[in-house]
């Protein structure tokens, strides 16, 4: 199974400072179509997880612009900029190039 | 809009069975792959089992594999999941998921206890 590992486990964020989270890979994402199948969600307190970036540079629709997701065929990292009190909740990269589909264990974003 | 509403959860005991279900609307069910993804209280995700759009192809997570089942009627818009010998770690809250896990139903909680 491809494992995926999150860094930092957790993060203070001032409001309107930036936040990045690193996820890797152990194996590469990048598929024969040029496409690398990693994934970011955000799991808000209570609610269920929303997509935010998939094919690890590509945001979903209705999320900010504020998102931004890049990496190379293991190494992802998503930057949230100008992070602001609704951003609170855990993020979870995954990657879905094969099965069993696999995520991290989640980096929990807290505001100071 | 999108909707997924997840039902069918609840208390049972070890070594019992469940179906929960998954009624899909908003757009065009049976042209999509499905997923379960579960959650089990304060961890992470963790795939459960993923069906294509016309049942075709199915596969399990090992940690269900011979007990649960996953299918589906495009008829009626439903995805279900039939659980058999129930154990306590398959407590969670269950998630039906599109095949590329964009939309999210609400969950439905699992408890397997005595």
């Known amino acids: 199974d491809i494992v995926m590992t999150q860094a930092p486990l957790s993060v203070s964020v001032t409001p309107g400072e930036s936040a990045s989270i690193s996820c890797r890979s152990s194996?590469?994402?990048?598929?024969?179509?040029?496409?690398?199948?990693v994934y970011w969600y955000l799991q808000k307190p209570g609610k269920s997880p929303q997509l935010l970036i998939y094919?690890?540079?590509n945001l979903a629709s209705g999320v900010p612009d504020r998102f931004s997701g890049s990496g190379s065929e293991t190494d992802f990292t998503l930057k949230i900029s100008r992070v602001e009190a609704e951003d609170v909740g855990i993020y979870y990269c995954g990657q879905l190039l094969e099965n069993p589909l696999t995520f991290g264990s989640g980096t929990k974003l807290e505001i100071k | 809009e999108v909707q997924l509403v997840e039902s069918g959860g609840g208390l049972v005991q070890p070594g019992r069975s469940l179906k929960l279900s998954c009624v899909a609307s908003?757009?065009?069910?049976?042209?999509?792959?499905m997923n379960w993804i579960r959650q089990a209280p304060g961890k992470g995700l963790e795939w459960v089992a993923y069906?294509?759009?016309?049942?075709?192809?199915?596969y399990y997570a090992e940690t269900v594999k011979g007990r649960f089942t996953i299918s589906r009627d495009n008829a009626k818009n439903t995805l279900y999941l039939q659980m058999t010998s129930l154990r306590s770690e398959d407590t969670a809250l269950y998630y039906c998921a599109s095949d590329v896990a964009d939309y999210w139903g609400q969950g439905v909680m699992v408890t397997v206890s005595s």
């Open positions: 069906i294509s759009s016309g049942s075709s192809y199915i």
């Open positions: 908003g757009f065009t069910f049976s042209n999509y792959g």
């Open positions: 194996k590469s994402l990048l598929h024969s179509n040029g496409i690398t199948y």
């Open positions: 094919r690890m540079s």
